[in-house]
């Protein structure tokens, strides 16, 4: 058996999301429908982790074993000559036997991107959130800071995150390694989030709540009672799915934010 890594690019625009479900397109769906046809028989796809109905990715990382003796750049080809143009393979390499893609991930990094231009060009549409206001960047800057380390982000937390009546693990509390903020053009803004772990919309809704304070509507120390609370009440408006983007997976000591001496 070969153990295959890809790592994916896609357009989440018309996707239900990563996972496979009974019915509508997914990114899994699609890929694993190619491999079938491909190898000629079932192949389960491991991803890095699950993205929502129009998220974006530009490093997907996903994994799969086969006993075909297909090339690593054959798959890549094959698979890109097969699926429609909104997914890509940007890579594939042999990984180790017992590589999986999501349970040897010690990292992730999503970027957010905001459009503050009071028109918003067409082809921004999909792929940015538009805020035709001038927002305090310095001060959403500042409220970054605060993410930044180990902490219960529950007021981030969409329902349906993970199973609550769990009583091991760690439960809603996340390591944030890096969160920044970049000017990407004059009116554009890239929120980059990296942890160990998140939750089911943690982004999204951190996002929201920082576009509160960078309206006005949220100070820097309501923001620090927001995540010290723990309640998603308190928290802002989930943001949309279209501006976030998975940016890439983290392996072994490629980890923004860890000490590597």
């Known amino acids: 058996m070969h153990t295959i890594k890809l790592i ?14 009974k019915s509508g397109q997914t990114i899994q769906g699609e890929i694993e429908d ?3 046809i491909m190898t000629r028989s079932d192949i389960s796809l491991e991803g890095a982790g699950r993205t929502d109905a129009g998220v974006h990715a530009r490093g997907m990382v996903a994994s799969f074993k086969t006993p075909s003796r297909l090339t690593c750049q054959a798959f890549q080809q ?11 393979i940007l890579a594939a390499t042999e990984a180790s036997p017992d590589f999986h893609a999501r349970f040897d ?3 992730k990094t999503y970027c957010y ?18 805020i035709p206001v001038r927002l305090d ?3 959403i800057q500042h409220c970054l800071g605060k993410v930044i380390g180990e902490h219960d982000f529950a007021s981030f937390e969409a329902s349906g995150s993970r199973d609550l009546t769990k009583t091991t693990g760690r439960g809603s509390v996340r390591t944030i390694l890096d969160a920044s903020l970049h000017m990407t053009g004059i009116h554009f803004v890239t929120l980059t989030f990296s942890g160990d772990g998140f939750l089911r919309h943690m982004v999204r809704n951190l996002v929201g709540t920082l576009i509160d304070v ?19 009440k308190v928290a802002g408006a989930t943001a949309p799915a279209h501006g976030l983007f998975l940016d890439a997976v983290h392996y072994g000591q490629d980890c923004p934010g860890l000490d590597r001496s």
């Open 8 to 21: 994916i690019a896609f357009d989440g625009t018309d996707f239900r999301g990563w996972q496979r479900q």
């Open 34 to 36: 190619r491999l079938r």
């Open 78 to 88: 094959g698979l890109n000559s097969l699926l429609p143009d909104s997914i890509r």
């Open 105 to 107: 991930a010690r990292a």
């Open 113 to 130: 991107h905001l459009d503050m231009n009071q028109i918003q060009l067409p082809h921004q549409r999909l792929y940015a959130l538009h």
């Open 137 to 139: 960047l310095e001060l």
């Open 214 to 232: 960078g309206k006005g509507r949220t100070s820097s120390e309501a923001f620090s009672q927001i995540l010290a609370t723990a309640d998603r």
